[in-house]
């Protein structure tokens, strides 16, 4: 799994013109499901985003935790985020889950975070979305679980 994650100080999704979620401060979840990927992977994905210290405290230094800073979570599925652009001029999406499985472990991740933080706002799987956010910092961190 691959997080693009932004610390924000608002962020929401629209389609259609409706918006479907929005947040105050907290994080921007763009989330992409590879291939293979596991609830295993979701798991530990969470789990280091629940707990990374990018927050600022008093000083202003980033020593908070999401639930330290009393931040929210906005998450918004992207496969794109798998994109291969080595060869030719279209990036090829072969490493991204398929469909069907890419939304079964979206939602166990958003199921994860609900369970922690109680609420977390949401895109719509597979829609046209226009996401709009206030970037905080700005700070934007990429989480890949091949990497954790």
Known sequence: MRAHVQRVRSASVEIAGETVGSIGRGYLVLLGVGAGDTEAAADKLWSKLRDLRINEDDEGKTNRSLAEAAGEVLVVSQFTLYADCRRGRRPSF????????????YEH?????????????????GANMQVSLVN???????LDTAEL
């Open 94 to 105: 072969t490493a991204a889950a398929p469909p069907a499985e890419a939304e079964r472990l």
């Open 109 to 125: 991740f958003v199921s994860l975070v609900r369970a922690d933080l109680g609420t977390v706002e949401t895109g719509r799987f």
């Open 136 to 142: 905080d910092g700005p700070f934007t961190v990429l």
